[in-house]
């Protein structure tokens, strides 16, 4: 649904989109096949450790319901920034789901998405809760623009 979503609202490039489960794909293809044929959506059957993907780089990626489920999170994230343009960014959604979730569930969970991003070397972080029941919380985070990378990476700027 996110990738039909998506798809509306890109008025042009690519939508990718990615995950492990093949029932997920067929679904997605379904609900996504005139995007599909119209090349502006693009369906990648792979669990996201395996991730490779030559498209970008890439103005956006999002990730729902999906993190606390990826090996080593941390060091996933750290690929999705090495896809973003510089100045992309990403955003991570989680809805517990566990019983007797509530609005201190989401708060917890969008304080690890929070932190997991800083550790991948995002910035600019913001939060918003979306009201439903349990709440979702959707943590968004930049990777650093050109200017700063050149900078990172310029061997006097090193300490």
Not at 15 to 26: E, N, Y
Not at 44 to 50: N, Q
Not at 80 to 89: C, E, I, N, T
Not at 90 to 100: D, H
Request: one cysteine or more; glycine letters at 6%; proline letters at 7%.
């Amino acid at each position: 649904m996110a990738i039909a979503a998506l798809a509306t609202r890109a008025s042009r490039g690519l939508v990718v989109g990615v995950d492990h489960s093949q029932v997920m794909i067929r679904q997605a293809r379904r609900r996504n096949r005139l995007a599909i044929r119209a090349g502006r959506v693009r369906l990648v059957h792979t669990p996201v450790e395996s991730l490779s993907i030559s498209d970008g780089p890439f103005n956006a990626a999002l990730a729902v319901n999906t993190v606390g489920m990826w090996p080593d999170p941390t060091a996933r994230l750290r690929e999705f920034a090495r896809l973003l343009r510089p100045g992309g960014r990403i955003a991570l959604v989680s809805q517990p789901r566990c019983p007797g979730a509530t609005a201190a569930t989401s708060a917890a969970a969008a304080h690890e998405l929070a932190g997991q991003l800083t550790e991948a070397g995002f910035e600019r972080l913001r939060t918003e809760m979306l009201n439903l029941d349990p709440p979702a919380a959707c943590v968004i985070g930049h990777v650093a623009p050109a200017d700063n990378a050149e900078l990172a990476d310029h061997p006097t700027a090193r300490s």
